[in-house]
């Protein structure tokens, strides 16, 4: 659980909300490539996530389990997120339709946002070391080492200038999809209301619109 791992959880809990947590399944996976030598460390490091890093997701309901990668167990997996549950609304869902905010008024948007300016800073504080290493390098005339450093700092300004980018074009965090998403569903209802039975369905026409968000965190790594 690093840095943008623990970054993109607690985003994840910011477009859920707490209300929607025992609706989430945590799931550990590869369990199908651990061999008996080693199943005592996984089994620690599942239990670390347990304790650490999910107690605060599990302690509102939300639900861990491990995949072995069979066809059989993905299907029970996606079976006990389909059956009936309380009809629950997503916190970013409540305040683009009830608030009228804009994606980036969310608390996720606000919270993405301050992630995208913390990995600028730290880019920008990684070149710039690599540039004072490349330069004492040069000055002892140590040609291999200048190139490796050298190749490294362009894999690190390609991603600055990636999350550069991203912050020009970052335009759709300022729309308004609330009477857009509310359009949706009305029209969704009333085309099929029996296909709107099930909580599995709402979620994904619901969901579908304030899922830009989450495409800005998949570039992020």
Do not use: Y
Not at 51 to 59: E, F, N
Not at 64 to 81: D, N
Not at 175 to 203: N, Y
Request: net charge positive.
């Amino acid at each position: 659980m690093k840095g943008s791992a623990r970054q993109h959880l607690e985003l994840f809990r910011s477009l859920c909300g707490d209300d929607a947590l025992g609706n989430v399944m945590l799931v550990t996976t590869r369990w199908d490539c651990i061999g008996p030598q080693e199943l005592g460390s996984a089994l620690r490091r599942e239990q670390e996530l347990m304790d650490k890093w999910w107690a605060p997701m599990r302690k509102m309901g939300s639900h861990a389990t491990q995949f072995r990668g069979s066809r059989g167990e993905a299907e029970v997996m996606v079976l006990e997120l389909m059956r009936d549950r309380p009809s629950i609304v997503l916190d970013v869902q409540r305040e683009l339709v009830d608030g009228n905010m804009e994606i980036g008024e969310t608390k996720a948007g606000r919270q993405l946002e301050q992630q995208q300016k913390t990995r600028m800073v730290d880019h920008e504080k990684l070149l710039a070391r690599l540039d004072a290493e490349i330069a004492a390098v040069q000055r002892q005339a140590q040609s291999a080492d200048v190139a490796q450093l050298k190749e490294r700092r362009d894999g690190v300004q390609v991603e600055t200038d990636a999350w550069k980018m991203l912050m020009k074009r970052r335009g759709g965090m300022n729309a308004r999809v609330g009477a857009k998403m509310r359009e949706k569903v009305e029209a969704l209802r009333a085309s099929s209301r029996e296909a709107l039975a099930t909580s599995l369905s709402v979620f994904v026409a619901v969901l579908s619109l304030p899922l830009t968000v989450v495409k800005f965190v998949g570039l992020g790594g």
